[in-house]
């Protein structure tokens, strides 16, 4: 007998190996890393609810937006209205900038995938030396070729980064404009939809791509568009560099190479630095006041001949070479010269204003030419603003002051002297009353030496008051006879106007105030507009009589058409006979419906007595295949009036079998 050994096998290891952690989404790789066509954060997205299965919104309101939530609100400046947080899923397209809700979508996509790189589908790395005003487009650009080109090899489709910044309107690849509509139903597309899809329109499932030849050869080329492809090209290497710096560019570091690029094109002068650049903010973007736009960075950029990867990294001077594809001798024949025009027309103000007899001030001579206070033309013309100065005080100081006007005068006067001047200023506000319109308690105040007119109603109330009152009554008076001649001008049109109508032509909100003040005109205007729209009324309601008696009816829609009246009008002065109108078409359309109906019965009798005479059974299909009925547009009544039929026939039944 034979004995089996039995071999001894390696003990098995029963621990539970350590797992990894899972994500609660799929670690989904973003496309182009490090590559100057990266996609965006919100293609990101996109593609990630594809994978899933599942809609951009499903994936938004049930995984992205409560997570959101949880996030600290001071970090992520997060709504907590729910209606709005909906709503930010249509405006994500700023979620693919820096600072808004301060990188919330990146911190919550990065939890929900676990991954660490999704920071660079952003302008993140860009950092904040370039302002984030106007740099990312509202809807969605895209470059048609590029999609038919990805479609063709078998490429995921999806958004890159450098399709969101506004400043680029070209694609660098193919050259040739980006599409901002789609081309069939010509709407504008979100960077976020509920049913978002790469490469088709959400609104008409349309393709979105196109063939380079078709594309390229319907756009028109020039230097401007040279300067596109330009800008385009820049922002794409910007973009591939900045995913590989270890930190984004300063605004110092910005600052100082401003500096640079002043001191080596114009010797430090920034004003000529900005009329070569035609702009006014570099003076506040030097002093750190404000940050440089990406538009305003790459038209130095482009002037000056250098890029905007070298101008954003601090590389536009190298050992103190400016570098650059053009000389400094060519960029500084760039610089326009100075304008004289402005330098002739101040001065032209200053010696005009030196030859009048009552000299302004030179801070009146600028506010005049709109300059603010002055100190820019004292600078510019010390010589002749220091004579106008000079003629100015020597005018003041020639002006006759009176003694009431300044304390230490008046206590050296005497009783005689003060009551003359008090009987002077009485005389004259008497003089004033007197006048039809009198001049206002101000104006004669100046007259007199006074500031103001608060001495003189000190001093004379009543007759202040009684000035300030002829004057109003006078204003009243002349208003009331203004209003009375536009009243008898639109009494005197032809056609008579409403009384509402006449009120919006005076300026007045209603009419009850001419109601009010102007009785007999408002009456004799009611009056006329009431006859000419009684003669209207009349004359419609003769037009409408007619159409009682026409055969066929017409519908009252025709009518209105055939009397060019709005419809409304009718129903509101003529409503009896609207209605008479419709009730005559609609009883006809009724009766002869019915006549349809009877004459198809009698047509469908006929036939079920042919085809059982045949020796064939009458389906409602077969039935409808032998006739021609004005039901055509309408088959369910053919349908009808077939079962009816066969029921009266009682042949609805199937012949029995011999």
Same mark, same amino acid.
């Given at each position: 007998?034979?004995?089996?050994?039995?071999?001894?096998?390696?003990?098995? #290891?029963?621990?539970?190996?350590?797992?990894?952690?899972?994500?609660?989404?799929?670690?989904?790789?973003?496309?182009?890393?490090?590559?100057?066509?990266?996609?965006?954060?919100?293609?990101?997205?996109?593609?990630?609810?594809?994978?899933?299965?599942?809609?951009?919104?499903?994936?938004?309101?049930?995984?992205?937006?409560?997570?959101?939530?949880?996030?600290?609100?001071?970090?992520?400046?997060?709504?907590?209205?729910?209606?709005?947080?909906?709503?930010?899923?249509?405006?994500?397209?700023?979620?693919?900038?820096?600072?808004?809700?301060?990188?919330?979508?990146?911190?919550?996509?990065?939890?929900?995938?676990?991954?660490?790189?999704?920071?660079?589908?952003?302008?993140?790395?860009?950092?904040?030396?370039?302002?984030?005003?106007?740099?990312?487009?509202?809807?969605?650009?895209?470059?048609?070729?590029?999609?038919?080109?990805?479609?063709?090899?078998?490429?995921?489709?999806?958004?890159?980064?450098?399709?969101?910044?506004?400043?680029?309107?070209?694609?660098?690849?193919?050259?040739?404009?980006?599409?901002?509509?789609?081309?069939?139903?010509?709407?504008?597309?979100?960077?976020? *939809?509920?049913?978002?899809?790469?490469?088709?329109?959400?609104?008409?499932?349309?393709?979105?791509?196109?063939?380079?030849?078709?594309?390229?050869?319907?756009?028109?080329?020039?230097?401007?568009?040279?300067?596109?492809?330009?800008?385009?090209?820049?922002?794409? #290497?910007?973009?591939?560099?900045?995913?590989?710096?270890?930190?984004?560019?300063?605004?110092?570091? &910005?600052?100082?190479?401003?500096?640079?690029?002043?001191?080596?094109?114009? !010797?430090?002068?920034?004003?000529?630095?900005?009329?070569?650049?035609? *702009?006014?903010?570099?003076?506040?973007?030097?002093?750190?006041?404000?940050?440089?736009?990406?538009?305003?960075? &790459?038209?130095?950029?482009?002037?000056?001949?250098?890029?905007?990867?070298?101008?954003? *990294?601090?590389?536009?001077?190298?050992?103190?070479?400016? /570098?650059?594809?053009?000389?400094?001798?060519?960029?500084?024949?760039?610089?326009?010269?100075?304008?004289?025009?402005?330098?002739?027309?101040?001065?032209?103000?200053?010696?005009?204003?030196?030859?009048?007899?009552?000299?302004?001030?030179?801070?009146?001579?600028?506010?005049?030419?709109?300059?603010?206070?002055?100190?820019?033309?004292?600078?510019?013309?010390?010589?002749?603003?220091?004579?106008?100065?000079?003629?100015?005080?020597?005018?003041?100081? *020639?002006?006759?002051?009176?003694?009431?006007?300044?304390?230490?005068?008046?206590?050296?006067?005497?009783?005689?002297?003060?009551?003359?001047?008090?009987?002077?200023?009485?005389?004259?506000?008497?003089?004033?009353?007197?006048? !039809?319109?009198?001049?206002?308690?101000?104006?004669?105040?100046?007259?007199?030496?006074?500031?103001?007119?608060?001495?003189?109603?000190?001093?004379?109330?009543?007759?202040?008051?009684?000035?300030?009152?002829?004057?109003?009554?006078?204003?009243?008076?002349?208003?009331?006879?203004?209003?009375?001649?536009?009243?008898?001008?639109?009494?005197?049109?032809?056609?008579?106007?409403?009384?509402?109508?006449?009120?919006?032509?005076?300026?007045?909100?209603?009419? #009850?105030?001419?109601?009010? /003040?102007?009785?007999?005109?408002?009456?004799?205007?009611?009056?006329?507009?009431?006859?000419?729209?009684?003669?209207?009324?009349?004359?419609?309601?003769?037009?409408?009589?007619?159409?009682?008696?026409?055969?066929?009816?017409?519908?009252?829609?025709?009518?209105?058409?055939?009397?060019?009246?709005?419809?409304?009008?009718?129903?509101?002065?003529?409503?009896?006979?609207?209605?008479?109108?419709?009730?005559?078409?609609?009883?006809?359309?009724?009766?002869?419906?019915?006549?349809?109906?009877?004459?198809?019965?009698? #047509?469908?009798?006929?036939?079920?007595? !042919?085809?059982?005479?045949?020796?064939?059974?009458?389906?409602?299909?077969?039935?409808?295949?032998?006739?021609?009925?004005?039901?055509?547009? /309408?088959?369910?009544?053919?349908?009808?009036?077939?079962?009816?039929?066969?029921?009266?026939?009682?042949?609805?039944?199937?012949?029995?079998?011999?």
């Amino acid at each position: 007998m034979k004995v089996e050994v039995l071999e001894i096998c390696e003990a098995l #290891d029963l621990t539970v190996p350590a797992l990894s952690t899972r994500s609660r989404l799929y670690h989904l790789e973003p496309i182009g890393i490090g590559a100057p066509y990266v996609e965006c954060l919100t293609s990101y997205f996109g593609r990630l609810a594809l994978a899933h299965g599942v809609s951009t919104a499903w994936l938004f309101r049930t995984e992205l937006d409560p997570l959101l939530c949880q996030l600290n609100p001071a970090d992520t400046e997060y709504t907590s209205n729910q209606a709005s947080r909906q709503s930010l899923m249509y405006s994500a397209n700023y979620a693919n900038g820096n600072t808004v809700y301060k990188g919330a979508w990146v911190k919550a996509l990065e939890s929900l995938t676990l991954r660490r790189d999704l920071s660079y589908l952003t302008t993140s790395p860009w950092g904040t030396a370039i302002s984030q005003c106007f740099l990312i487009r509202k809807s969605l650009a895209w470059c048609a070729c590029c999609y038919e080109e990805w479609r063709g090899s078998g490429t995921a489709l999806y958004e890159p980064l450098l399709w969101v910044p506004r400043n680029v309107t070209v694609c660098p690849r193919h050259n040739v404009y980006l599409r901002q509509a789609c081309p069939h139903c010509k709407e504008k597309l979100r960077f976020l *939809s509920s049913n978002k899809r790469s490469g088709y329109c959400p609104w008409c499932y349309g393709w979105l791509g196109s063939d380079e030849k078709t594309e390229g050869s319907s756009q028109p080329r020039g230097p401007e568009f040279e300067r596109l492809a330009w800008e385009a090209a820049s922002v794409a #290497d910007w973009v591939e560099v900045a995913q590989k710096r270890n930190s984004p560019p300063t605004k110092e570091l &910005l600052r100082a190479t401003l500096s640079a690029c002043i001191d080596h094109i114009t !010797e430090g002068k920034r004003n000529t630095f900005a009329r070569l650049m035609k *702009s006014e903010a570099i003076a506040r973007w030097r002093r750190g006041e404000s940050t440089p736009r990406l538009d305003t960075i &790459l038209h130095i950029c482009f002037v000056l001949g250098t890029t905007l990867t070298d101008f954003l *990294s601090g590389q536009v001077v190298v050992g103190g070479v400016f /570098k650059s594809s053009k000389s400094l001798n060519d960029i500084r024949r760039l610089i326009p010269p100075a304008s004289s025009g402005n330098r002739e027309k101040v001065l032209r103000a200053l010696n005009e204003a030196l030859g009048e007899d009552s000299p302004p001030t030179v801070p009146d001579v600028a506010r005049r030419l709109g300059y603010g206070n002055g100190e820019t033309i004292w600078l510019r013309f010390p010589e002749i603003c220091q004579q106008i100065a000079t003629k100015n005080k020597t005018w003041r100081a *020639s002006r006759p002051k009176p003694a009431y006007n300044r304390k230490k005068n008046a206590e050296k006067e005497d009783s005689k002297e003060k009551i003359s001047v008090t009987n002077t200023i009485k005389e004259t506000l008497e003089n004033a009353l007197m006048q !039809e319109y009198p001049s206002s308690v101000p104006e004669i105040a100046w007259s007199l030496n006074f500031k103001t007119g608060g001495a003189l109603r000190l001093r004379f109330p009543a007759l202040c008051h009684s000035i300030s009152l002829k004057r109003a009554e006078y204003r009243k008076e002349q208003s009331r006879r203004r209003i009375e001649k536009k009243l008898k001008t639109i009494m005197n049109e032809d056609p008579p106007v409403s009384l509402w109508e006449t009120a919006r032509r005076l300026g007045f909100k209603s009419p #009850d105030t001419l109601r009010e /003040k102007f009785k007999e005109e408002c009456r004799a205007i009611i009056k006329r507009h009431s006859e000419r729209k009684r003669a209207r009324d009349e004359a419609v309601r003769l037009k409408l009589l007619p159409f009682l008696e026409e055969e066929p009816p017409r519908p009252l829609k025709r009518a209105a058409e055939i009397l060019s009246l709005p419809m409304s009008y009718l129903y509101k002065d003529h409503r009896d006979l609207c209605v008479a109108i419709s009730s005559r078409h609609t009883d006809f359309i009724k009766e002869s419906k019915a006549k349809s109906i009877e004459a198809l019965k009698a #047509d469908v009798r006929r036939i079920i007595v !042919e085809i059982e005479g045949r020796g064939e059974y009458p389906t409602v299909e077969y039935i409808l295949s032998l006739i021609d009925s004005p039901f055509a547009e /309408k088959p369910w009544i053919e349908a009808k009036v077939i079962r009816e039929v066969k029921h009266e026939l009682n042949s609805g039944k199937a012949p029995s079998k011999q």
